[in-house]
């Protein structure tokens, strides 16, 4: 679209998710050097000209981008503009969701109107004390910017984790203003047998797993690859919680391959359900895909999806005044 296309469109407010392959952590990190960049500074580059600015704007990306050249440029523009804005790293855990999906997000609006809340030149993490919601609110002391990073020192005590891990999951599970799993489940049970982990994956990924029960308060990032990719994907549930985890992956490596399965089976590990994570994703009860979505199609969508109640929440912060 030209600058011609863009003022006749006279649009208020611009909400955007640049493509995130320029900027996770596991990627290339080519920046504003990767072709896919290419559309989002096409919108830099004309918001300037625009003769009717948008009053506000959202932005939508994965950690990493808060320190790319893109973001330097995103920033460059907007005080050009004379743009109002404030930066945040946030994840669901903070509105008591127990789900860690943590993303950069940027809010701005244009003058002369100013934000409900005190801004900071810094990055926010998590919302601002004052507009979060009573009931959902966690404190700010969560360790939200490493919630998903693996840290790499200390013993290891069962499966593939070290003893600052397991503390670090008890105290997720210890946070009470956020709620349990078991408040996003499908209580309907039937066909769940499709969900369960095949033998072959628990066999190869059993000590890799993030293996979580009903009654945690945690869940890893879900990504487009869950229920194809077992490693970093997102946690799967224990169903039979009568079994203690502990108990189950103790010398579990010096048993022979049959033991080890008839073991790990008695945990019952599914993967969680389309639906469940639709559920923790924020999206409402009505929601349904159509009927010739697969499965894995389903969960490739969600992965690529946001977090409905984090992104409504900014949308408020953005508007209020």
Same mark, same amino acid.
């Given at each position: 679209?030209?600058?011609?296309?863009?003022?006749?469109?006279?649009?208020?407010?611009?909400?955007?998710?640049?493509?995130?392959?320029?900027?996770?952590?596991?990627?290339?990190?080519?920046?504003?050097?990767?072709?896919?960049?290419?559309?989002?500074?096409?919108?830099?580059?004309?918001?300037?000209?625009?003769?009717?600015?948008?009053?506000?704007?959202?932005?939508?990306?994965?950690?990493?981008?808060?320190?790319?050249?893109?973001?330097?440029?995103?920033?460059?523009?907007?005080?050009?503009?004379?743009?109002?804005?404030?930066?945040?790293?946030? *994840?669901?855990?903070?509105?008591?969701?127990?789900?860690?999906?943590?993303?950069?997000?940027?809010?701005?609006?244009?003058?002369?109107?100013?934000?409900?809340?005190?801004?900071?030149?810094?990055?926010?993490?998590?919302?601002?004390?004052?507009?979060?919601?009573? *009931?959902?609110?966690?404190?700010?002391?969560?360790?939200?910017?490493?919630?998903?990073?693996?840290?790499?020192?200390?013993?290891?005590?069962?499966?593939?984790?070290?003893?600052?891990?397991?503390?670090?999951?008890?105290?997720?599970?210890?946070?009470?203003?956020?709620?349990?799993?078991?408040?996003?489940?499908?209580?309907?049970?039937?066909?769940?047998?499709?969900?369960?982990?095949?033998?072959?994956?628990?066999?190869?990924?059993?000590?890799?797993?993030?293996?979580?029960?009903?009654?945690?308060?945690?869940?890893?990032?879900?990504?487009?690859?869950?229920?194809?990719?077992?490693?970093?994907?997102?946690?799967?549930?224990?169903?039979?919680?009568?079994?203690?985890?502990?108990?189950?992956?103790?010398?579990?490596?010096?048993?022979?391959?049959?033991?080890?399965?008839?073991?790990?089976?008695?945990?019952?590990?599914?993967?969680?359900?389309?639906?469940?994570?639709?559920?923790?994703?924020?999206?409402?009860?009505?929601?349904?895909?159509?009927?010739?979505?697969?499965?894995?199609?389903?969960?490739?969508?969600?992965?690529?999806?946001?977090?409905?109640?984090?992104?409504?929440?900014?949308?408020?912060?953005?508007?209020?005044?």
């Amino acid at each position: 679209m030209t600058l011609q296309d863009f003022d006749k469109l006279n649009f208020d407010v611009i909400l955007m998710s640049p493509p995130c392959q320029p900027f996770t952590r596991i990627g290339l990190q080519g920046d504003v050097a990767d072709p896919r960049t290419k559309s989002f500074l096409y919108i830099l580059e004309l918001l300037p000209r625009l003769s009717k600015r948008p009053c506000f704007i959202l932005l939508e990306n994965v950690k990493g981008f808060e320190t790319s050249a893109a973001r330097d440029a995103l920033l460059k523009t907007l005080r050009e503009c004379d743009y109002s804005f404030q930066e945040f790293l946030i *994840s669901p855990t903070s509105l008591g969701i127990p789900n860690s999906r943590l993303r950069y997000f940027l809010i701005a609006k244009r003058p002369p109107g100013s934000f409900s809340f005190q801004t900071s030149a810094e990055i926010m993490e998590g919302f601002p004390m004052s507009e979060s919601p009573d *009931s959902l609110t966690v404190p700010h002391n969560n360790p939200t910017s490493s919630e998903c990073e693996r840290e790499k020192s200390g013993t290891i005590i069962f499966k593939m984790e070290t003893e600052q891990e397991l503390e670090r999951k008890r105290m997720q599970d210890s946070q009470e203003t956020v709620r349990r799993l078991q408040d996003f489940l499908q209580e309907d049970e039937q066909d769940m047998d499709q969900y369960l982990l095949p033998p072959k994956t628990l066999l190869r990924y059993a000590l890799l797993m993030d293996v979580v029960q009903p009654s945690f308060r945690r869940s890893v990032c879900f990504t487009k690859g869950y229920g194809h990719y077992v490693e970093g994907t997102g946690s799967v549930l224990q169903s039979c919680v009568d079994v203690e985890l502990e108990s189950v992956f103790k010398n579990l490596e010096q048993l022979s391959e049959a033991d080890k399965l008839k073991q790990l089976l008695q945990l019952k590990l599914r993967y969680f359900t389309p639906r469940e994570i639709a559920n923790l994703m924020g999206f409402p009860a009505d929601f349904t895909f159509p009927k010739h979505i697969s499965v894995k199609q389903q969960y490739r969508v969600l992965g690529n999806s946001l977090n409905v109640h984090v992104v409504s929440h900014l949308i408020r912060l953005m508007i209020s005044k």
